[in-house]
């Protein structure tokens, strides 16, 4: 029970975290974004920001401090032992960055590699 908890603490943190950057950038919450027209602006805020820019904000800040806060929240949440907060911050920053900058480049990638519908089958 007590990992049921601590894995819904660590998914919490990181919906919370993601949808706090999703308002403050103006895009569309990323667990919403479903329609064309948002993946439009989405394309549109990306040309405005920039491909580095995208990825320190929108990967970096976004999504790996998302996984960074979930992986300390869990073995934080988990371990009995007393922590050193050195070692914790030192995780937190590489998984933060590491997770960061290939997030940010897959999703800078995939925004811009979207294909349209395939075409109607011909009999």
């Known amino acids: 029970m007590r990992y049921l908890l601590t894995f819904i603490a660590g998914i919490a943190v990181t919906i919370a975290w ?3 950057w999703d308002l403050l950038l103006g895009m569309p919450v990323a667990f919403l974004r479903r329609k064309a027209k948002d993946r439009i602006r989405t394309r549109e805020t990306l040309m405005r920001i920039g ?3 995208y990825i ?3 990967g970096v800040l ?3 401090l ?5 992986m300390v929240t869990f073995d934080l949440l988990l371990d009995r032992s007393p ?3 050195h070692v914790e911050a030192v995780k937190f920053a590489f998984l933060s960055l590491f997770f960061g900058l290939l997030s940010g480049a897959a999703s800078w990638d995939a925004a811009f590699s979207e294909k349209g519908p395939p075409p109607p089958l011909v009999r």
């Not at 998302?66 to 979930?70: C, D, I």
């Open 66 to 70: 998302a996984f960074g806060l979930a």
């Open 83 to 85: 922590h050193d907060w």
């Open 62 to 64: 976004r999504s790996g």
């Open 18 to 20: 993601s949808a706090i």
């Open 51 to 53: 491909h580095l820019r």
């Open 56 to 58: 320190l904000t929108v």
